[in-house]
Nanobody
Framework: VQLQASGGGLVQAGGSLRLSCSFS????????VGWYRQPPGKERELVAT???????NYGDSVKGRFTISRDNAKKSVILQMNVLIPEDTAVYYC???????????WGQGTLVTVSS
């Protein structure tokens, strides 16, 4: 199983970034797939995930600014991040979890830095 994340970088506050994660070696079903992040000095937190029924779930701090989408044919999950704020600075990880569990599989992480 391999998750490959890409798309991080440095952006000014108010800007946008797009993260992509490609999955290989596993089927989307039965996993919950999506994005998590770990800000400096803090614990990892949920950003946005797709449940098995296809519904999207967002962390409170990103609702209305971030959008998760997926391409089943390409087995990739995209995170479009708009109106970025410095508090969004973190290492972003894509992950795959069985429902009710923390992710069993993680991508390598991609750094997003938002300058004020």
């Amino acid at each position: 199983v391999q998750l490959q994340a890409s798309g991080g970088g440095l952006v000014q506050a108010g800007g946008s970034l797009r993260l992509s994660c490609s999955f290989s070696g596993l089927m989307f079903s039965p996993y919950v797939v999506g994005w998590y992040r770990q800000p400096p000095g803090k614990e990892r937190e949920l950003v946005a995930t797709f449940a098995r029924d296809g519904s999207a779930n967002y962390g409170d701090s990103v609702k209305g600014r971030f959008t998760i989408s997926r391409d089943n044919a390409k087995k990739s999950v995209i995170l479009q991040m708009n109106v970025l704020i410095p508090e969004d600075t973190a290492v972003y990880y894509c992950g795959a979890a069985l429902p009710g569990f923390t992710p069993q599989y993680w991508g390598q992480g991609t750094l997003v830095t938002v300058s004020s």
